[in-house]
């Protein structure tokens, strides 16, 4: 199992990025998907998710109307669009896999990682 994140970078207050997270080696269609951050000195958070088939989707309530979060089943890709960037989004962001509906926003429940890639907003 591999999951790749790239689309990080510099961007001003108000801006977007798009980051984008490469799966491979188990059948993408299958498994919820899933955004965390950290910021410097903090704990990791939750972004967003999507769920493996019908498309629902989560937001944590400070990126929700700004961010959002498609995949792409035939790409074996999921994205995070984030939009009207903040400076206080500034974090390195990873994909992961999930593993039960319901409980993508713990960490616990989501078994492999990308490494992150840096997005910092300045201000």
């Not at 491979?24 to 903090?42: D, I």
């Not at 990791?44 to 990126?63: E, P, Q």
């Not at 903040?86 to 999930?98: Q, S, V």
Request: hydrophobic share 35%; charged share 20%.
């Amino acid at each position: 199992v591999q999951l790749q994140a790239s689309g990080g970078g510099l961007v001003q207050a108000g801006g977007s990025l798009r980051l984008s997270c490469a799966a491979s080696g188990f059948t993408f269609s299958g498994y919820h998907m899933g955004w965390f951050r950290q910021a410097p000195g903090k704990e990791l958070r939750f972004v967003a998710s999507i769920n493996s088939s019908r498309g629902m989707t989560d937001y944590d309530d400070f990126v929700k109307g700004r961010f959002t979060i498609p995949r792409d089943h035939a790409l074996n890709m999921v994205y995070l669009q984030m939009d009207n960037l903040k400076p206080e989004d500034t974090a390195i962001y990873l994909c992961a896999r999930g593993l039960i509906l319901g409980h993508q926003r713990d960490p616990c429940y989501n078994d492999y990682w990308g490494k992150g890639t840096q997005v910092t907003v300045s201000s």
